[in-house]
């Protein structure tokens, strides 16, 4: 019995000796299981580069300015002969020849003159409004219908012109007269078919354009309408040619006149001494056949 306490007694304490060993290792093994922390890399000091200076793009050597010559005559952008060979191409005196040479040859053309007399009377002034329309038969006969009103005072006249003669019809009795002053103030439109000697002196070129449908050149100058200036002083007039078959389009004048002097029976509507007109002069229908005749004077 004392045997078998002994032995008991011996596997008991082996038995807790092997447990005490168990529970170490288990201790051990937890121990070893928890996860050691993970070193943290010390970061290695980025370089930083040395900012390198950008290379200067070299600027682009600049090239002169070839100035431009200014045409010889040009003052001030006003219109100049030099100025007028450059944009028509040729001399206006000469552009004018070749448009009279051009009216000699269309054998006939239609007229329409419009205006206004500015008379003073006294203290006072009036204008009267003109019209003056008919044809042209070339060289030399025109014959139109000048109209004339004041206030309620109106005056209509025919007129024919045959070479130097002038008819007119007397504004009462309505018969046709040979004109006694010979021809009008008016200037005789069939002049401008007559060719040679141009409608303006010391012309200059203005302008081209298309006007009413037509491309023209715009001219100025002196004019040469020696009825429109009875005192004998100069007078500025505008014309537009036609460039393609330089034909003269219209003329418009300004010009100080003697009433007295124009041939028109202005003393019967209380008119005289002086005045000034201002004509516009258009002319179309070229070539349209027109036959013009003598009137019978009774």
Sequence with gaps: MEATKILNDIRSKTALMVFVAMALSLTMACGSGETEPTPVPTPLPTATATPVPPTPTPAPTPTPAIPTATPRGVVGGAPSVANSVESVGIHPDELLLKSSDAMSQVGSFHFDVSGTFSVSTGQSSIEVPLSYVGDVQTPDKSHGLISLSVVVFALEMEIITIGTVTYTTNPESGAWEISEGGGLGIPNLADFSLGGKPPLSNARFLDKKNRD????????????????????????????????????????VQADVALDAMGLPVGDMGLGGTGTIGLSIKLSDFGKPVTIEAPTIP
């Design 213 to 252: 449908g037509v491309d023209v050149y715009k001219l100025a100058g002196t004019a040469q309408f020696g009825t429109l200036d009875a005192a004998g002083q100069e007078s500025e007039a505008t014309i537009w040619i036609g460039v393609d078959d330089l034909l003269l389009r219209e003329i418009t």
